[in-house]
């Protein structure tokens, strides 16, 4: 008999918007998540900074520089102050052919803004950035994680430093964790790493322009997931796909629908 999976095998594969649909509009921004969700994104993926005042938001850079209309580092900034920055305009500027009026002025989101506005059942892909800059995020993510009751089956908490995602597991063990991964150079993965990694986390985050067919064989033979970034053209797409990789981020997740939907 021939099962789903048998006739569409990458029924699985994630399609995580990267910032929100953030080809489309800017970046970390309500606009952006929600457009990620009519585009078919399974997660939203979130990036996270954290205010003078301790509050949680959501921001790739540790500086407001690039994506509002301010400057300096956030950790200087009260969430009162950064709720004054434009985070909109500036993606009108760098992408014309995407811009939008109704970009102007959009806010930075905190984190529990986003909880309450994508309410508990949302695939959330939450990064904790620059952990050794603001100690004390990962107390404050699963603060929030239990007051909005999170269903942590779809949580995944991602991060490039294996001492946050050890500090995350060791507060809240039911916690899935994402190793997140950046090469240089062409790829390598031992089943020993493989095998290590998997000890506390359920899947790896590499870059995904230096990998090759043996990498993510060996990472999905130690049942980890692999999740490369940040994947933009369908060409690419379509070779991780091939090579067994069970999802992936991308700014344009209507793209990986369509292609999905396809294959
Ligand atoms: O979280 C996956 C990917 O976003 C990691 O790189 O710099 O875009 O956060 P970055
Ligand atoms: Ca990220």
């Known amino acids: 008999t021939t099962t789903e999976a048998a006739k569409n095998p990458h029924h699985d594969v994630l399609d995580i ?5 953030s080809g489309y509009a800017p970046e970390h ?20 900074q954290m205010t003078k005042d301790g ?3 959501a921001m ?17 900034f009260t969430l009162e102050q950064i709720k004054q920055l434009d985070a909109g305009s500036w993606f009108n500027e760098k992408y014309p052919q995407y811009a939008n009026p109704r970009y102007e002025g959009l806010k930075v989101p905190t984190l529990e803004e986003i909880f309450k506005t994508f309410t508990k059942n949302k695939k959330y892909y939450i990064e904790t950035k620059s952990p050794d800059v603001y100690p004390g995020m990962e107390e404050e993510l699963l603060r929030l994680v239990r007051k909005y009751h999170i269903n942590k089956d779809t949580l995944l908490v991602q991060s490039f430093s294996k001492e946050s995602l050890l500090k995350v597991h060791n507060l809240d063990p039911s916690v899935k964790l994402i ?19 998997k000890k506390y986390a359920v899947g790896i985050g590499p870059n995904f322009n230096y990998l090759d067919k043996a990498y993510v064989q060996t990472a999905r033979n130690a049942g980890l997931d692999v999740h490369p970034y940040t994947v933009n053209e369908t060409a690419d797409m379509q070779k991780l796909i091939d ?21």
Not at 17 to 21: F, I, L
Not at 29 to 48: V, W
Not at 191 to 196: I, K
């Open 179 to 197: 190793q997140l991964l950046s090469y240089k150079k062409h790829a390598v993965l031992t089943g020993q790493e493989a095998a290590d990694m």
């Open 60 to 76: 790739h850079d540790e500086t407001v520089d690039r994506t509002t209309d301010g400057t300096g580092q956030v950790k200087d």
């Open 29 to 48: 921004t309500l606009t952006s998540y929600k457009m990620g969700d009519r585009m078919h994104g399974d997660y939203i993926e979130i990036d996270l």
């Open 55 to 57: 509050k949680l938001i």
């Open 17 to 21: 918007a990267h910032r929100g649909a």
């Open 243 to 263: 090579w067994g990789v069970t999802g992936m981020f991308t700014n344009f997740p209507d793209k990986l629908h369509r292609l999905l939907k396809e294959n």
